[in-house]
């Protein structure tokens, strides 16, 4: 078993560099399946997201070449049944972003129901409402999720609710449909926008993304391209929130600052001063930290994916926060990890009430989700005494080199291996 060992107390100092989008990269590698040809990559983070992908890639005859650290080659050309194993998708929700691209280039796809993080019911009604819009039908059958189609057709598709999945898996599978496809209540999110700039670079005609409105022109043939994948935003909000939780002073390099603004907005609510650069940008607080309410909202709202790390960070700020919870249910689920550290936290619903105490202290505690670990770790960073965290293969999933970007900042953070044996021996 692994698990993360933290001496908290340290503030963070200095620089750290933000690697590509996970979010972005887990719907623009299934995008290769849509190419004739080669794609190259760049800036992928190396993460076990990336791994999991890559490795059901392989499993459909595809071939994957990291080029280097950061830079993959993926050429798809031979791919053979467009399914997905439970063996594979089980590892990761994004998995179903296989569903959209294997129907859009082979007119059907066969794909595991998705695992990944369990924080509420995460229906796809809306991502086969479109698929059955575009022509074709759906059946669950043992697990798995079948599409079929004889032709996919453009369609004018409108989203019950706002679904940052439905609007990439549908994208993917409306690029190559005849016709033209207008989704309209769509997800904005960056990695939609990325997304969307990738396929136009293999010759697709999408327009609109980042808007409420999409309209894809079906083009026959998409080819190989080389692309960069945009800098991740959940992990610049994370060393951000870090940064202001232990009163630290950080340069975060390689960001895009307008991509920031509802993080910044909060923190400087907070107490924090934040300085924006064309790349980076620099948080440092000196001051005490102050109540802030927060309600996450879809983009261009406060990131669903920040609740926990900003819930962190308010728990020991002072007064009484309150955030709301805009997006999924039950996603307050690591509010009890923060409570063995000492946090006063009372959740109803959707709400969190959160009075701030003056410090946590370190405790036995878990990752319950990808982005729960980020919070229970900020929150280590900010007690007294060592924390250790179990579960870190969630924080793993998201995060690229989390301890030594952590290290290389001042924080004791470092990661250790129970061997078997001695996990047996201590239950």
């Not at 926060?321 to 996603?331: A, F, Y």
Request: hydrophobic share 45%; aromatic share 4%.
């Amino acid at each position: 078993m692994e698990k993360f060992i933290v001496e908290g107390g340290t503030r963070l100092t200095g620089e750290v560099t933000i690697s590509g989008a996970k979010n972005a990269a887990v719907a623009i590698i299934p995008a290769t399946v849509l190419a004739q040809g080669k794609c190259v990559i760049e800036n992928i983070p190396n993460i076990s997201d990336s791994a999991v992908l890559f490795k059901i890639l392989r499993s459909m005859g595809a071939e994957v070449r990291m080029l280097d650290r950061t830079t993959v080659e993926i050429d798809t050309s031979y791919i053979g049944e467009p399914v997905v194993p439970y063996e594979l998708a089980r590892f990761l929700r994004a998995s179903y972003y296989m569903l959209g691209a294997l129907l859009g280039r082979c007119n059907r796809a066969s794909v595991s129901m998705p695992g990944g993080c369990n924080f509420g019911v995460r229906p796809i009604d809306q991502h086969m409402k479109g698929f059955e819009a575009l022509g074709a039908s759906i059946s669950i059958d043992s697990g798995m999720i079948n599409a079929n189609a004889d032709m996919l057709l453009g369609a004018h598709i409108y989203f019950d609710m706002v679904s940052v999945g439905a609007t990439i898996n549908v994208m993917l599978a409306s690029v190559k449909a005849k016709g033209i496809t207008i989704l309209e209540n769509c997800a904005k999110e960056p990695h939609i926008v990325d997304l969307a700039n990738f396929l136009n670079s293999m010759g697709a005609d999408i327009r609109g993304a980042g808007t409420d409105v999409i309209k894809i022109h079906g083009v026959d043939i998409l080819h190989g391209t080389t692309y960069s994948i945009i800098p991740d935003q959940i992990e610049a909000g994370t060393y951000m929130v870090a940064a202001a939780a232990t009163g630290g002073d950080v340069l975060v390099k390689n960001v895009i600052p307008k991509h920031m603004e509802a993080i910044t907005d909060k923190l400087e609510k907070a107490g924090a001063t934040v300085i924006e650069y064309d790349d980076s940008i620099r948080v440092m607080r000196d001051t005490e930290l102050s109540k802030v309410n927060v309600k996450t909202l879809p983009h261009p709202g406060f990131p669903t994916d920040m609740q926990p790390q900003m819930t962190a960070l308010l728990s020991i700020a002072h007064g009484t926060s309150i955030v709301t919870e805009g997006v999924w249910d039950n996603r307050f689920r690591y509010v009890d990890e923060l409570r063995r550290m000492g946090a006063q936290i009372q959740v109803d619903g959707k709400v969190a009430v959160i009075e701030g105490v003056p410090q946590l202290t370190g405790a036995p505690v878990r990752a319950v989700d990808l982005r729960a670990g980020a919070a229970v770790l900020i929150a280590a960073m900010t007690a007294r005494g060592t924390t250790e965290i179990e579960d870190i293969g969630h924080i793993e999933r998201g995060y690229e080199d989390i301890v030594e970007k952590l290290t290389a900042l001042g924080a004791n953070v470092r990661k250790v291996i129970i061997p078997e044996g001695n996990l047996k021996a201590a239950l």
